[in-house]
């Protein structure tokens, strides 16, 4: 190659390393800590890294401490004495840097008898802005993926708990990196759930976990959301936990208000109120709850569960300590929640409640409560209606039992080749 074309290229290639960001040098692990601590400090939290060590694009620190900021009581700090790896650091032009991922070594241990197992605990796609703004919006765009698994927690005479893995993928709009964050949606999942009750020696919850099948349960959950910062609209079109052979329950909801400047008012107004007295705290506390209910619409909510074996295994377990088979059983239920849901003085909640109650208990499939209702409802308004029949038609109440999943509801989140980022380095 001659000198004539070498010097363009070697240019251009100057230039864009330059742009794109340096390598980390000794003294960048200090800063690095410290714009890690600021941002997560947005979050809530203050976060203390023992000594740092770089070696090429590699931070390592020995140990954290981690304490919740405003809690109500004293936080106790937790101290991880461990290696914190930091792998792909970069260290932008403006200031801010990059890093492809934490890593932290397993956690295998014992302690009165409760064991700990924690392996491949990874946060990738890191970002710290060179001027970490006011707010939680720094501490929501720090990271993209977090992923860990297998966990497990094991109790003597208690059970034992455990997930094959666990996973949080975030999608950022316009970008991760960008100045204001629009929105997020993320999907979390917990897969390879085991719940393990053949080691529970108390008599009494032995006999149910025995009589209801319960020694060895698996399943998974699973959860979408959408996130709009400026009005705090947060759409969760699936929270679901499914319990293999037995059944599974899924939460949805479509709320506004929710903002990172309320987040950060909450966060002001939790610390300010530690320190007053008693009496004068409680007063603040009711007027923050009457400004929370303020700002907050609903413009959907509903809670479905879709049975497989775990509503007749109850029925036929109450029936027996009744001394009565199941459907003399149900057939006492049917008259007695009717009888019950006619306390509320709503119409509709008795109607619908009471007729998709009868249904499911002659015939458990699934049963679901939902809320639609016309325009966004605010909070506060309803808390001051005061009749319930009132509050069920605004709300848009609806109540059935074994009939089939209303369609999923469409998500404010943009998809991807809307300019979103997910962790774009």
Do not use: C
């Amino acid at each position: 190659m001659t000198q004539s074309k070498f010097l363009p290229q070697a240019f251009w290639a100057a230039a864009a390393i330059l742009l794109s960001g340096t390598t980390v040098q000794a003294q960048d692990a200090e800063e690095f800590a410290g714009k890690f601590a600021e941002t997560y400090r947005s979050g809530g939290y203050d976060v203390d890294f023992g000594p740092g060590e770089v070696d090429g694009d590699t931070i390592r620190y020995d140990g954290v401490t981690i304490t919740l900021v405003g809690a109500p009581e004293p936080s106790e700090p937790m101290t991880l004495d461990t290696t914190l790896t930091f792998d792909g650091v970069v260290r932008q032009a403006d200031g801010s840097y990059r890093a492809e991922s934490l890593s932290v070594p397993d956690v295998d241990l014992t302690a009165e008898g409760v064991h700990v197992l924690m392996r491949n605990l990874v946060i990738k796609d890191i970002y710290l802005p060179a001027e970490i703004p006011d707010g939680f919006a720094a501490a929501l765009q720090m990271a993209a993926h977090f992923s860990a698994g297998p966990l497990e927690v094991s109790v003597p005479d208690a059970g034992r708990f455990a997930m094959e893995s666990f996973t949080s993928e975030t999608e950022f709009f316009p970008a991760q990196d960008a100045a204001v964050l629009e929105r997020l949606s993320a999907v979390t999942e917990a897969k390879g759930l085991e719940i393990d009750l053949s080691t529970v020696t108390e008599p009494q919850a032995r006999a149910v976990i025995d009589a209801l099948g319960l020694g060895q349960v698996s399943g998974e959950g699973r959860q979408v959301m959408s996130w709009s910062m400026d009005d705090g609209r947060m759409q969760v079109t699936e929270s679901s936990i499914t319990l293999d052979g037995l059944g599974k329950l899924d939460f949805t909801m479509d709320i506004s208000g929710y903002t990172p400047e309320l987040m950060s008012e909450l966060s002001i107004l939790q610390a300010e109120l530690t320190a007053l007295p008693e009496a004068e705290r409680r007063s603040r506390e009711e007027a923050m709850g009457m400004d929370l209910l303020q700002r907050f619409t609903v413009a959907g909510l509903a809670l479905r569960y879709e049975d497989q074996s775990l509503a007749g295994r109850l029925l036929d377990y109450f029936a027996q300590a009744q001394n009565a088979d199941r459907a003399t059983f149900v057939a006492g239920l049917q008259v007695i929640v009717p009888a019950l849901l006619a306390q509320s003085g709503s119409a509709t909640l008795v109607d619908q409640a009471g007729s998709a109650v009868t249904d499911f208990l002659a015939d458990p499939q699934s049963f679901e409560a939902r809320l639609a209702p016309a325009t966004p409802v605010n909070m506060l308004t309803l808390v001051q209606t005061g009749d319930p029949e009132a509050i069920a038609q605004m709300l848009g109440l609806s109540i059935a039992a074994n009939a089939p999943a209303a369609p999923p509801a469409e998500t404010a989140a943009p998809p991807a080749t809307d300019g979103g980022s997910a962790g774009r380095r």
